[in-house]
């Protein structure tokens, strides 16, 4: 079915890098078309936070900080639980295209596999008790 | 990439697109561990179609079998292969080209202001 783990997206913008830069990398910028708040700590290793009006907030993690060429950060995978510890990556990559920008947006890291996604249910023990079912089932009719 | 990933989503996909197993997983996820016998007092599901359709769900690594009281069989949801399926719609539902058509928005916006 093929499982993406990669997404990739290139979009021709009418303004400078200066000025995509800032709306990429302040609170202000970010606030203004991203989330409807936000906060940034803007230097790798920094942390950066938005909020919607829906109450859905995003935790980031700065990675990389090249102005005005490249900014990355990781975030936790929308859906999985808090404490899970996968995260993906996402990078902006700004380059000059006439007097605009071309700035292409990666994610990637969605087809990471959890520690545990082979767990228990598959060693010796536990497919025991599965393959018995048949028999229990019998046992279970039977009382 | 790890080479089973797939695998294990389209098992969990495989698994929910059967209503009979949608309110196995369900009554599992809502009540916690149960036995075949307790999930047929609590769904419309024969015990012997409960009873494969738990196979069919432990062999995908989607419930697991534990022993109960009194020698019956329980079964526990994991949440493991789910959270591979979740990883798989969440890439679908990240929507980049929305978030790049309002930073576009945002910038002409604010070009507009300052000329």
Not at chain 1, 24 to 39: I, M, P, Q, V
Not at chain 1, 70 to 77: L, M, P
Not at chain 2, 17 to 28: E, Q
């Amino acid at each position: 079915m093929g499982f993406p783990d990669r997404i990739e997206r290139t979009v021709e913008i009418a303004h400078p890098p200066a000025r995509v830069w800032a709306a990429l990398t302040t609170a202000d910028g970010l606030s203004a078309w991203f989330g409807n708040e936000a906060r940034i700590d803007l230097r790798p290793g920094g942390s950066a936070w938005m909020k919607w009006d829906s109450g859905h907030t995003a935790e980031m993690r700065v990675e990389r900080v090249e102005e005005p060429a490249v900014f990355g950060f990781t975030w936790h995978i929308y859906g999985l639980p808090e404490e899970d510890p996968r995260r993906t990556y996402v990078e902006f990559t700004l380059e000059p295209a006439g007097a605009g920008t071309r700035l292409t947006v990666v994610e990637s890291g969605f087809a990471q596999l959890p520690e545990d996604a082979h767990g228990k249910a598959y060693d010796g023990n536990t497919r025991g008790w599965a393959s018995e079912l048949g028999e229990l089932a019998d046992y279970l009719d039977a009382a | 990439m790890p080479p089973d990933i797939e695998a294990i989503a389209e098992q969990v996909f495989v698994a929910l697109a059967d209503p009979s197993r949608r309110a196995i997983l369900a009554a599992l996820a809502s009540g916690g561990p149960a036995t075949a016998t307790d999930l047929a007092g609590r769904l419309p599901i024969t015990r012997q179609a409960i009873a494969k359709h738990l196979a069919l769900l432990a062999e995908a690594g989607l419930v697991t079998a534990e022993p109960g009281e009194r020698r019956r069989v329980r079964y526990r949801l994991r949440s493991a292969p789910m959270q591979v399926a979740q990883q798989f719609l969440a890439a679908l539902a990240r929507d980049w080209d929305s978030h790049l058509d309002a930073l576009k928005d945002h910038l002409d916006r604010g070009a507009r202001g300052s000329a």
